[in-house]
């Protein structure tokens, strides 16, 4: 739909500026890790398609870190596939749809998943701290974590988003990727 597209290269400064804390999360999961279970490539992986990320850079960037664990023989033979069905390439053919923040917001992420919306699904310690590491402190930090505690996580993003940006978002955040073309919209203004 939008004309954005990104590159391998661009990704990791593209997270510092532009994705919301639910895709960063995962990508420094990924890149301490070397891994992300099921629920983690589903979320992360569709996001990077919509954010424009094209199947080759897909395969070459999720190659270089799972060979790193696995090795690059069972990343080819194991997770290759998945990631050619994400972008339709395989089994029925389905172009998959990145997640909004409504079924991002109600997955049930157990022990060792890093999918998940964070104003939902962290504890507020580490929230606290991922917020802090994005540049929020003091009052607007405090409003977020009002917002969480009654349970208005799209609410906090988009607090979030205004916070980082110093604009206003009226439209509300309820997609991650609309928070990424949000915010190159911004920064490219
Ligand atoms: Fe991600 Fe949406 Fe949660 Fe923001 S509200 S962190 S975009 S799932």
Redesign the pocket.
Known sequence: KDAVEISLKDIDQLAKTSF???MRHMLEKLRENHHLKHGGRMQFGLFLKGAGLKLEDALAFWRAEFSQKVGSERFDKEYAYSIRHNYGKEGKRTDYTPYS?QK??SATPGVGDHHG???RHFGEDNLRAALNKMGISGHPLEEIMDKVKNRH??LA?TMTFEAEHGVSCDTG?NH?NQ?FSESQKVLKA
């Open positions: 919301p804390l639910c923040c991002i917001i919306c964070p104003y996580y799209q993003c955040i991650p928070y």
